[in-house]
Structures are given as C-alpha cells and as structure tokens.
C-alpha cells in the first residue's frame, strides 16, 4: 500500500511538472495576445477620432477654398477606405492616403489667410494635432505589444505550446511607401 501511495506521488508530480509550464506558457500567451487586441483598438479609437473631426474641418475649408473639390474628393475616398479595411496592413495603408490627404489640405489652407486665422479652423486643427499624436503612440503601443507577442510565441519551449494552440505570428502596424513621401508644398498658385 505505501509503495503504491508512492508510485501515485510520484507519477503525480511528474505530470504537474510536465503540465505546470505548459500551463503557465499558454497563459502568458493569451495575455499578451489580448494586449494585442487592445492596442488595436485603441488605433482603431483614434482613427475613428480623427475620421470623426475631419468632416468639420473639411466644411471649414470649404467655405474659403470651395474651388479646392479635388481634395475634398480625396479626403472622403480616404476616409472611406479606412472605414472599409480590416487587416492591420490595411488600416496603415488606408491611414497613411488619408494622412496625406490631410497633408495637401493644410497646404491649400496656407493659401487662404483669413482661413488660417479663423477661430473655429484654429480649434479644429488644433484637436486633429492632438488626434494625430495620439494616433501615433497608439501605433507604438501596438507594435510594442506585437513585438512583446511575436517574440514569446518564438522561444523555446513557448514555440512548441505556440503550435499546439495556433497562437500566430501578429503583423506589425507599418506605413505605407507613400507615407514616406514628404508632401510638395507650392505657394506660386
């Protein structure tokens, strides 16, 4: 009887010494795959921030530079497609057209001094100043969190649990080529 309460013991503690890690891993694996998550939505909250200011900007303009249509064309396309996209790699695709459609906006704005000095233009561009830095260190949390993620999910023994569970690799939140380009500004028109 006592070696069989041995034997029990014994193969017991084996299996927690096997399971506890696994255990343990898998855990870590769904924290931080859920700050994952949350960091994109918290993109996703100032994007929408951002889209949501924009219309008043836009109308802003408007009634100063209404012969300016081509903008206004693109920024709704813009906001349009970031409405529409899905994927990580979409939303900084669509971000960045929408980014420099902005950019080409404010240019036209330099154009028109009244405008600039308007106080509901100030207020509006002074929240989408605002809305945009915290874009910004939205996406350096979410690419901090992807990091943190992907670089788990990649060690030994995590890779293994990784595996069994389908925990996969997240896409890091990039800009587009387009992004890179430094907006032409021209005041001869």
Known sequence: MNKTLRTIAIVVAIILVITMPIIGGYNKMVSLEQ???VAEGNIDTQLQRRSDLIPNLVETVKGYASQEKDIFIKIAEARAKLGG???VGDKAK???????ALSRLLVVVERYPDLKSSANFRDLTAALEGTEN?????????NKSVD??????KKFPNTIIAGIFR????AYY???????EVPKVNFSK
């Open 94 to 100: 669509a971000d960045s057209e929408l980014g420099s």
């Open 167 to 170: 925990f996969q690799e997240r």
């Open 134 to 142: 915290r874009i910004g260190i939205a996406r350096q949390d979410y």
């Open 174 to 180: 990039k800009a587009s080529e387009s992004a890179k």
């Open 85 to 87: 996209a899905q994927t």
């Open 35 to 37: 700050k994952v998550k």
């Open 148 to 153: 943190n993620y992907n670089t788990t999910i």
